[in-house]
Structures are given as C-alpha cells and as structure tokens.
C-alpha cells in the first residue's frame, strides 16, 4: 500500500527544499491516494518537533529516527484504545519505515544541496586611484598594492599552494616556502614564484601584461589563448609552455598579439613606484596618461590622439600633480590645463615621427 509513496519528494516536502513544480507533482499525487494523508501529516508532525536538528551523518540520521519511532510508538500506544493495538503497532511499523525514508530523502537532498566546504575566508583590499598600500600576509611576505588595484587573499593559507588574486599592479616580496609555492592568479594566467620578489602590472583594459623579477626566479603561465602566435626577435610561449623569468628579466603578453616574450628589463625602475617614484623611459604619452590618473586620482585626457604615442623620458618622486605636469611641459613638446576636475594634455603630437 505504502510502496506508493516517493519518499524522496516526501524529505524535500518535509525539509523545504522541493521547488513549486514538485510540490504540485505531490499534491497532485496526494490528491489521487487521500488515505496516505493521515501518515503523512503524523509524520511530518512528529518531524517537525524532533529535539534533535538535522544531523550532517547518516548513521546520526538513523540514531535520530530510532529515536523518533520509540515517540510515535510511545505516544501512539498510549493513546490508543484497547483492542486496536495490532492497527497501532501495524501504523508504527509504516511510520517507522516511512521516517527512515524521509530520513534517507531529506539526508540526500540536502547533501546535494550543501555546498563542498569553504576555503579559507578572503580578504579583499581595494585600493581607489590615488591610493597606494602595503599589505602583510598569513606567512608573513608581503605586498606593495598599487592605485587602482585590487588583490584578494585569504587570512590563511591552506592547502599545497598559497594563492591570491591580482587585478591591478603589486609588487610581491615572498617568503619562501618550498613545500607550499606561492601563486598569483591574474585574468589572463598566472605567476608562480621559484624565488622572492617581483611586480606584476595587470590592469583591466590594458594592452599588455608585464611580469618583472627583481630577486631570485619566477615562472610566467600565460592562458592559452594569450599564446597562440609566435613574435619575431622575442621568444614567445606555445600553450603548453612556461616561462622561467630571472633577475632584471621581464614577461610581456600583449593581449592583442595574444603572445608573451620575455625582454631585459631594470628591475629597479619597475618597482620606483613603491618608493613613490614615476619613471618613464620612453613611455608612450597615452600609457603616461593613464599612470598619472591612477596615481592622482584625476582624470588625465589628451586633446588629439596624435599625441597618444609621443614618449616621454623623467622621474619624479613626491611632486604634485600640478608640478609634475609644469616639469612635462619643459620639454617644450607638450602643454597642459590643468582644472579641479581633470588635467588636459595639448600639443601638436607625434605624426609622422
């Protein structure tokens, strides 16, 4: 009689998790056998006021409901009138046999349900345009956090890799720990760190990804579809391959190339911006732009695309904004209106050059 009940749909009734189109699947079927009612209704009372909450493993699950049966019969037989009690103890025996299906049903479900258990809770540190911070982590290395950046790690580190995500420019002096390799994820691959320290510049909406070390040895993965051509004097990675970048070497994927070659590079400049320098060695005026509005916190344009590829040669450390920009226009190639909401870059730009 009882085989027809999906128990199943009964533990998702019962625990609350069946969706709309389920629970009309079950009233429907309750309405088509009205005489499981009064089962199921004790059931899900005596269910619902068990002391004990859900346990997380099946044998517990079974204790419960040996527990729960003991108070059905309990209460049933006690209830019940003399001469009856075969219908009780029959009823008990459906109930009992009905509970450990729901028990098995609820269990199930709510297994599939629950999420696999959460890593290490994250912290996020956001820094704004103008802001710059430093940043200790779990195993004591630490990060130099650029304008404009964003890295996520968490509080700490478990498992076989120490991992944290990066979307702006950091600058990462690593403790080392051979047994548990630090990574750097990045949107477009990843760093893994064989040595101590580097700086990574990663910026949404950029052209290009650049990875530089400064001390000891750093692996380069680009994602694949970011290594798919060849370049020409520069080696470039296939797919499968892997960069070994060394001191005063840096890692250039151009995501419009959708390659990566490693070049030398002056470490120490890479990473001025830590000691709040701006060094520009024939930086592209466009690239420059953007470096100062994420370093000031103003918006920076320039009056004519012609000027976007004019480089510029300088450093500056501590200096406004304002004197930055009067240092610029010495160079006589380039003049500047500068006003409490934005910074225009004039000139006749650089066609034809």
Request: hydrophobic share 40%.
């Amino acid at each position: 009689m009882h085989n027809s009940i999906d128990w199943t749909l009964v533990g998702k009734i019962v625990a609350n998790e069946a969706t709309d189109a389920e629970r009309q699947q079950f009233d429907d079927w309750l309405s088509a056998h009205p005489e499981q009612k009064p089962l199921l209704d004790n059931l899900r009372r005596f269910w619902l006021t068990a002391d004990a909450k859900l346990p997380n493993d099946p044998l517990d699950m079974a204790r419960a409901f040996e527990r729960l049966q003991q108070r059905i019969e309990n209460e049933k037989v006690d209830e019940s009138p003399a001469g009856s009690r075969w219908r009780v103890r029959r009823w008990v025996g459906w109930a009992a046999a009905a509970s450990v299906a729901i028990a098995v049903g609820v269990w199930s479900w709510l297994q599939i349900q629950t999420p696999a258990p959460q890593a290490a809770a994250l912290v996020e540190q956001i820094n704004q345009k103008g802001t710059r911070s430093q940043i200790r982590l779990a195993d004591g290395s630490v990060v130099w956090l650029n304008a404009d950046s964003h890295l996520r790690f968490p509080k700490a580190f478990t498992g076989n890799l120490r991992e944290v995500t990066l979307e702006g420019e950091a600058f990462f002096k690593v403790t080392p720990n051979p047994k548990q390799p630090f990574v750097v994820r990045l949107a477009t691959g990843s760093v893994r760190v064989l040595g101590t320290s580097f700086n990574i510049r990663a910026y949404p909406g950029d052209t290009t990804v650049e990875t530089s070390v400064v001390t000891g040895r750093v692996a380069f993965i680009a994602k694949p579809a970011a290594t798919e051509q060849k370049t020409g004097s520069k080696s470039a990675t296939t797919q499968k391959d892997t960069l070994l970048l060394t001191p005063n070497t840096k890692a250039i994927q151009s995501l419009t190339r959708h390659s990566v070659a490693t070049e030398p590079t002056v470490a120490v400049n890479q990473i001025a911006w830590t000691e709040s320098k701006l060094v520009f060695r024939n930086t592209p005026m466009g690239e420059v732009a953007k470096t100062l509005e994420r370093w000031y916190g103003t918006p920076v344009t320039l009056e004519r695309e012609s000027l976007r590829h004019c480089p510029l040669t300088g450093t500056f450390q501590n200096q406004s904004l304002r004197e930055v920009m009067n240092l610029i226009a010495m160079t006589n190639r380039f003049q500047y209106e500068l006003t409490p909401s934005q910074v225009t870059i004039k000139g006749p730009g650089c066609d034809g050059q």
